[in-house]
């Protein structure tokens, strides 16, 4: 069964320090991968993807995720928070069974001090 | 071209009571997905349906919840005698045939049952 951890409930960054969020995850087959935020009192907005390719994929607002097979890790960063980087953060997987359900890790509040 | 739309965006119900959340998804996406998402918690894969179809329900309570996605109008999520611990922000998310994992998620349905 696919699953996603995100180890950290919370991330305490400062202003214009580099942040990162964990993700590993557990499927069996080529992962979709993803990042999305949520903002108080709205849905997901997606950020950005990992399908096939270049290990390291560039995001929205300037995030990026590297992509790491051999330790099933998709970590998200950033160079420089912002404290509007502020948010919930879900990591997900999906797989293709005949179409494709997604499932979500539990979430990571991150709050950026300015 | 409108994103997801969910309504209502709140929904108070009493103990008992019928709750019906509506989602209409994205123009061309055939695909719709239900996650519930408790206080501080993250979201929970519920049930993945195509027109007419139920594909994958395994998230699905067995008893009170149903969904539908008519050929015509929007997916239904159905939950029957509410209680307290039904209430939750129930989210809405489509996709694309030729790109199923594109998810793009609709706002949310804040249901309080009281």
């Known amino acids: 069964a696919q699953s996603v951890a995100q180890p950290e409930d919370q991330v305490n960054v400062a202003e214009g320090n580099p942040l990162t969020v964990k993700c590993t995850y ?45 330790q099933t890790s998709f970590h998200l960063k950033k160079p420089s928070a912002l404290v509007s980087d502020s948010a919930l953060y879900f990591c997900a997987v999906s797989l293709n069974t005949g179409g494709f359900k997604t499932i979500f890790g539990a979430g990571t509040r991150l709050f950026v001090k300015a | 071209n409108a994103g997801v739309m969910q309504n209502p965006r709140h929904l108070v119900r009493r103990r008992g009571q019928e709750a019906r959340l509506r989602c209409s998804p994205m123009k061309g996406h055939s695909h719709v997905y239900w996650y519930r998402q408790l206080p501080e918690e993250g979201l929970k894969f519920m049930v993945y349906l195509q027109k007419e179809n139920i594909i994958d329900e395994s998230g699905m309570p067995k008893e009170r919840f149903s969904a539908e996605f008519p ?13 307290r611990g ?11 045939p030729e790109e199923s994992w594109g998810y793009t998620f609709g706002s949310g349905t804040r249901l309080t049952v009281v």
């Open chain 1, 26 to 70: 557990s499927v069996s087959g080529n992962p979709y991968l993803f990042w999305y935020v949520q903002y108080p009192n709205r849905g997901l907005q997606f950020l950005l993807k990992y399908i096939t390719g270049d290990n390291l994929v560039k995001g929205s607002y300037g995030f990026e995720a590297e992509f790491n097979k051999s």
């Open chain 2, 71 to 83: 050929k015509e109008g929007p997916s239904i999520l159905r939950i029957q005698q509410v209680v």
């Open chain 2, 86 to 96: 039904d209430s939750a922000a129930y989210f809405c998310a489509s996709s694309p």
